[in-house]
C-alpha cells in the first residue's frame, strides 16, 4: 500500500470526499483483507477521503523510514508513532443451532379440539368430513353420571334430566364406584381404576346441537383428534373447536392456542422502534426517557420494563384472532360481555400474555408494549430467565392471558409421563428479580464500559481480574437498588439486518447446501472443501445410510384405518378394513440426497477416505434399485433359460 501511494502521488485525485487512484491488483486485495471500503471503477479506485487520510498517517508513504518490527502492528506503531489495535483480539466459531420462528403452533396434524373421532374422518380426523359421511363411532370418553337419574353419560349435562353430571370411575379389581381423583387407585383394594368407558358417538348430531347453539355456519374443516391421551379422558365442547376453525386457530394438548417465537433479549427501545406513539406509552407508564426527561419524542430512549415484551407482527396479528374466538365464546357460549374487542393489532398493545417454555409447567405473565419486523419476541433478560430461558436463542411461546384461564384443564393433560411439561400448570403474575436463574444476574448495568476492561481484554486476562469493577444486577440486587440498566451501543432499530434467514428462505435441503457452499467460496477465511466434507459427514451420509437400513427394516400400514403390520398380507389388504396397505419407507427417501453427494459435493471433497464411503454407500443404493427396476417375465428366464 506504501508503495501503490507514493507511485499514484502524480495521478491522485481528489473529488466529492473521494481520493481517486490509479488502480492496482495487488493493492486491491491488500484493501480488501483489510477490510478498508472502497470502489473499483474501470481504471481507478475509489477511496473515502477520510480513510485515505489514516493510510496517509499510519504507512507514511513519503517517509523513507522502513518498515520494521516482530509483527505488522508494531511495524506500523513504529512507523507511525499512532498506537495500533487488533481490530478483535480472539475469534470464536459458531453454527447456527436452530433458524429463527414466528408463527402459530400447531400439532401434527393440526387439531382445532380436542374431540375423539377414531378413524373417522379420514388421517386428518375431520369431524366434517365425518358428519358427511354419517358417521357414528365408537370412542373412549369420560364416564359421568346423572345425580338424580343415575344416567351415565359422556356429556357434562343429563340428557334427561338437564343437571350437571359428575366424573365417575370403577376399580377393575373389585368394582368400586368412586368419583373423580388425580390417584388412579382404588382405596379399597389397590386396583387400577378407569374413568372412562366406550361410547358410541353420532358425529353429526353433534356438531347440529354445537352449530345451533352457536348460531354459526359449518366451517369447511373441523379437526378433532383420533383419541384422547388423558387419564379421564374428557372431551372439549365441540363448540370450541367450531369458533376456533372459524379463525383459522389449532391447539395444543392441553387445549390453549399458542405462537411461538424465538427469544431476543432487550433493555432499551424507542418508540419508535416498537411502532407505537408516544401518548399510548405514557399511558402505559413509560412517562420519562433514561436521562429523566418527560417522554415527547418517538426518538427517546427508554428502559423497558422487566414483564414488558415486544413481539412480533405475526404474533399480534394471531392475538387479533385469538380474542376474537374467545370474545365469541364468552358471548354465544357463556352469554356475556366480550372481553377484548380487538379490532387491529393497535389494540394488543397494553394486553397481557402468559408467556411459557417447554419442559416447564409454571407461565410467566407479560404485558405487550409494541411490535417488531423481527421473527422473534424481545423481553427483559429477566423476563427469559423467569422463564427459565438463557436468552440464548431459544424458541418459547405466548398466550393471550384469558385463553389459558378459561380453555386450559389438566384434565386434557396425557396420562404418561411428561405429560404435564410445557403446559400452564402455575402462572407467575409478579417477577422477584431476585429469585431468577443467576445467569441473568451477571448483566452488566453500565452505560459506559471503563478503559480497564478493554486493556485487561487485550492482555487475555481472567475474567476475575474485573471482580467488583463492572456492576451488574446481581451488585444491584445485593445493594438493595432500584434495577437500573444502562446500555453502551445505541441503535436506530431492532430489526435493522434481514429479519428471515437463507435457511429460511430456500425451500429445498439442496437450495440450503448450495447457498452454504456457495458463501463458504466467497469467505476467505472458509475452507469450502472442509466445509463439504463436513455435511456429508456429519449429515448427509448417516442419514442417506439411516434410511438404506430403515427401507429394509420397515413396517407396512393401511391406507384408510391405519393398522400396522411388520409383514404386508398376500392379498395387499388390510386384515382389519379391507384397506390398500403400503409402504412406510419409500425409495424417494433413500435417494432425495444422492444426486446433491453425487453430482456437487463429492467433487469438492478431498479426504480419500470419506470419499470412499461415499461410493460404496452409492453403489449399494443403485444396485439395490436398479434391481428393483428389472422384471422378471417368466420363470425360464429367471432360470436362465
Known amino acids: 500500500l506504501r508503495a501503490w501511494i507514493r507511485r499514484s502521488v502524480k495521478t491522485l485525485k481528489i473529488s466529492d470526499g473521494q481520493a481517486i487512484l490509479p488502480y492496482d491488483e495487488r493493492a486491491k486485495r491488500v484493501l480488501t483483507s483489510l477490510l478498508i471500503e472502497h470502489e473499483v471503477f474501470g481504471d481507478g479506485v475509489k477511496l473515502p477521503l477520510s480513510w485515505f487520510k489514516v493510510l496517509l498517517a499510519c504507512l507514511k508513504?513519503?517517509?523513507?523510514?522502513?518498515?520494521?518490527?516482530?509483527?505488522?502492528?508494531?511495524?506500523?506503531?513504529?512507523?507511525?508513532?499512532?498506537?495500533?489495535?487488533?481490530?478483535?483480539?480472539?475469534?470464536?466459531?459458531?453454527?447456527?443451532?436452530?433458524?429463527?420462528?414466528?408463527?402459530?403452533?400447531?400439532?401434527?396434524?393440526?387439531?382445532?379440539?380436542?374431540?375423539?373421532?377414531?378413524?373417522?374422518?379420514?388421517?386428518?380426523?375431520?369431524?366434517?368430513a365425518a358428519a358427511r359421511e354419517g358417521r357414528k363411532v365408537a370412542v373412549e370418553l369420560a364416564a359421568r353420571k346423572c345425580g338424580r337419574c343415575n344416567t351415565i353419560t359422556w356429556r357434562e349435562r343429563c340428557q334427561e334430566c338437564g343437571l350437571p353430571t359428575t366424573l365417575i370411575g370403577r376399580c377393575a379389581e373389585c368394582g368400586l364406584e368412586l368419583e373423580y381423583s388425580e390417584e388412579a387407585t382404588c382405596p379399597r383394594c389397590g386396583g387400577k381404576v378407569s374413568y372412562s368407558r366406550k361410547f358410541v358417538v353420532n358425529v353429526g348430531e353433534e356438531l347440529y346441537r354445537a352449530l345451533k347453539r352457536l348460531s354459526e355456519q359449518a366451517p369447511s374443516r373441523l379437526k378433532g383428534v383420533k383419541g384422547l391421551n388423558s387419564v379421564a379422558k374428557i372431551p372439549e365442547l365441540l363448540e370450541k373447536g367450531v369458533l376456533r376453525a372459524k379463525y383459522g386457530l389449532y391447539i395444543y394438548k392441553d387445549g390453549t392456542i399458542r405462537f411461538d417465537s424465538t427469544n431476543a433479549p432487550l433493555t432499551h427501545f424507542t418508540p419508535r422502534q416498537i411502532g407505537v406513539s408516544v401518548e399510548k406509552l405514557r399511558e402505559l407508564g413509560y412517562t420519562h426517557d433514561v436521562h429523566g426527561r418527560r417522554l415527547e419524542s418517538p426518538d427517546q430512549v427508554l428502559e423497558l420494563k422487566p414483564q414488558d415484551i415486544v413481539i412480533p407482527r405475526k404474533a399480534a396479528e394471531h392475538l387479533v384472532k385469538v380474542s376474537k374466538f374467545i370474545d365469541d365464546l364468552l358471548v354465544k357460549l357463556a352469554g356475556m360481555e366480550p372481553f377484548y374487542r380487538m379490532k387491529s393489532i393497535e389494540d394488543v398493545v397494553g394486553k397481557l400474555i402468559v408467556a411459557l417454555s417447554p419442559h416447564t409447567y409454571a407461565g410467566v405473565v407479560g404485558r405487550v408494549i409494541g411490535f417488531t419486523d423481527a421473527l422473534a419476541c424481545f423481553a427483559h433478560p429477566i423476563f427469559h430467565a423467569a422463564k427459565r430461558r438463557d436468552c440464548d436463542g431459544d424458541e418459547d411461546s405466548i398466550m393471550l392471558l384469558l385463553d389459558p384461564l378459561i380453555n386450559f384443564?389438566?384434565?386434557?393433560?396425557?396420562?404418561?409421563?411428561?405429560?404435564?411439561?410445557?403446559?400452564?400448570?402455575?402462572?407467575?403474575?409478579?417477577?422477584?428479580?431476585?429469585?431468577?436463574?443467576?445467569?441473568?444476574?451477571?448483566?452488566?448495568?453500565?452505560?459506559?464500559?471503563?478503559?480497564?476492561?478493554?486493556?485487561?481484554?487485550?492482555?487475555?486476562?481472567?475474567?476475575?481480574?474485573?471482580?467488583?469493577?463492572?456492576?451488574?444486577?446481581?451488585?444491584?440486587?445485593?445493594?438493595?437498588?432500584?434495577l437500573r440498566i444502562g446500555y453502551t451501543h445505541p441503535q436506530s432499530s431492532l430489526a435493522a439486518h434481514p429479519v428471515e434467514s437463507s435457511y429460511k428462505r430456500y425451500g429445498s435441503m439442496l437450495e440450503k447446501i448450495l447457498g452454504q457452499?456457495?458463501?463458504?467460496?466467497?469467505?476467505?477465511?472458509?475452507?469450502?472443501?472442509?466445509?463439504?466434507?463436513?455435511?456429508?459427514?456429519?449429515?448427509?451420509?448417516?442419514?442417506i445410510l439411516g434410511n438404506m437400513r430403515a427401507f429394509f427394516l420397515q413396517g407396512f400400514r393401511c391406507k384408510r384405518c391405519g393398522a400396522r403390520y411388520r409383514r404386508p398380507p398376500l392379498t395387499n389388504s388390510c386384515v382389519s378394513c379391507g384397506g390398500e396397505v403400503t409402504q412406510t419407507v419409500f425409495r424417494g427417501a433413500v435417494e432425495k440426497y444422492v444426486e446433491l453427494v453425487e453430482k456437487v459435493l463429492l467433487k469438492k471433497i478431498k479426504s480419500r477416505y470419506l470419499a470412499e464411503r461415499i461410493n460404496l454407500a452409492l453403489e449399494n443404493i443403485m444396485n439395490v434399485f436398479e434391481a428393483e427396476r428389472k422384471e422378471q417375465s417368466s420363470l425360464e428366464e429367471f432360470l436362465g433359460g
Open 517 to 543: 457452499l456457495k458463501l463458504a467460496e466467497k469467505i476467505a477465511s472458509v475452507d469450502e472443501h472442509f466445509v463439504a466434507e463436513k455435511m456429508v459427514e456429519t449429515h448427509l451420509l448417516s442419514d
Open 409 to 482: 384443564s389438566r384434565l386434557y393433560l396425557p396420562g404418561r409421563v411428561g405429560g404435564r411439561m410445557d403446559t400452564p400448570l402455575l402462572i407467575t403474575v409478579v417477577i422477584d428479580p431476585g429469585e431468577v436463574d443467576e445467569q441473568a444476574h451477571n448483566l452488566d448495568v453500565l452505560d459506559r464500559i471503563p478503559l480497564e476492561f478493554y486493556r485487561l481484554a487485550e492482555r487475555g486476562a481472567h475474567i476475575s481480574k474485573l471482580s467488583g469493577k463492572i456492576p451488574t444486577i446481581k451488585t444491584l440486587l445485593r445493594e438493595g437498588k432500584p
Open 61 to 128: 508513504p513519503f517517509s523513507d523510514q522502513m518498515l520494521e518490527g516482530d509483527d505488522i502492528f508494531s511495524a506500523v506503531e513504529k512507523l507511525s508513532g499512532i498506537p495500533q489495535r487488533d481490530k478483535a483480539g480472539s475469534f470464536i466459531g459458531a453454527r447456527m443451532g436452530r433458524p429463527e420462528k414466528a408463527a402459530q403452533r400447531e400439532m401434527s396434524p393440526p387439531v382445532n379440539v380436542l374431540f375423539p373421532i377414531a378413524e373417522a374422518g379420514g388421517s386428518s380426523r375431520d369431524l366434517m
